[in-house]
T-cell receptor, first 111, second 115 residues
Framework: GDSVTQTEGQVALSEEDFLTIHCNYS??????LFWYVQYPGEGPQLLFR?????EKGSSRGFEATYDKGTTSFHLRKASVQESDSAVYYC??????????FGAGTKLTIKP | EAAVTQSPRNKVTVTGGNVTLSCRQT?????MYWYRQDTGHGLRLIHY???????QIGDVPDGYKATRTTQEDFFLLLELASPSQTSLYFC??????????????FGPGTRLTVL
């Protein structure tokens, strides 16, 4: 079945550090890839999506590029802020009706 | 205004107890979903529905029933609650086939504790 692997369970950085969260996927066909963000006390919300090879998704300074060759969709941000502290989920949808989520990465930014 | 609401926000019950979690969406979306969220597992799909009266089995359905009574309302039922069902439960809705391809909109969650 479809699966999403996030390498880092937790990441701790200081403000203005560079962020990378690794995401690899396994799916049949040509899935749409997502990054969702979940702030404390809230439900997850879509950060951005990408639907085809080499497409870059971006929002709020975060970005990720769909790489079909390496089956990856790594999340990056050049300079993190304390307000970026949250849980980040990589996810995929191989059809339209269901989304498969990774285990999540808790990002903590120290001021 | 919140488009997906859940009630209660917190619930404590005992082993063997009967629990109903409620979800209402005002997005006019066709699909609704129930997930549980556990550390190390992320979000796991329990059940989902594409319309009133419809129910589809998710990835972790054991011990759960669900019912979609209207387009707006989706309920999750735990008829014999067990401590392994202690978790944070999220409801979501999606306009499958619409312009925002597969994006799901989540409620604020219900924290359930089974003693």
């Amino acid at each position: 079945g479809d699966s999403v692997t996030q390498t880092e369970g937790q990441v701790a950085l200081s403000e203005e550090d560079f962020l990378t969260i690794h995401c690899n996927y396994s799916a049949s066909g040509y899935p749409t890839l997502f990054w969702y963000v979940q702030y404390p006390g809230e439900g997850p919300q879509l950060l951005f999506r990408a639907s085809r090879d080499k497409e870059k998704g971006s929002s709020r300074g975060f970005e990720a590029t769909y790489d079909k060759g390496t089956t990856s969709f790594h999340l990056r941000k050049a300079s993190v802020q304390e307000s970026d502290s949250a849980v980040y989920y990589c996810a995929l949808s191989a059809g339209n009706e269901k989304i498969t989520f990774g285990a999540g990465t808790k990002l903590t930014i120290k001021p | 205004e919140a488009a997906v609401t859940q009630s209660p926000r917190n619930k404590v019950t005992v082993t063997g107890g009967n629990v109903t979690l409620s979800c209402r969406q005002t997005n006019s979306h066709n699909y609704m979903y129930w997930y549980r969220q556990d550390t190390g597992h992320g979000l796991r799909l329990i059940h989902y529905s594409y319309g009133a009266g419809n129910l589809q089995i998710g990835d972790v359905p054991d011990g759960y029933k669900a019912t979609r009574t209207t387009q707006e309302d989706f309920f999750l039922l735990l008829e014999l609650a067990s401590p392994s069902q202690t978790s944070l439960y999220f409801c979501a809705s999606s306009d499958v086939g619409g312009p925002n391809y597969a994006e799901q909109f989540f409620g604020p969650g219900t924290r359930l504790t089974v003693l």
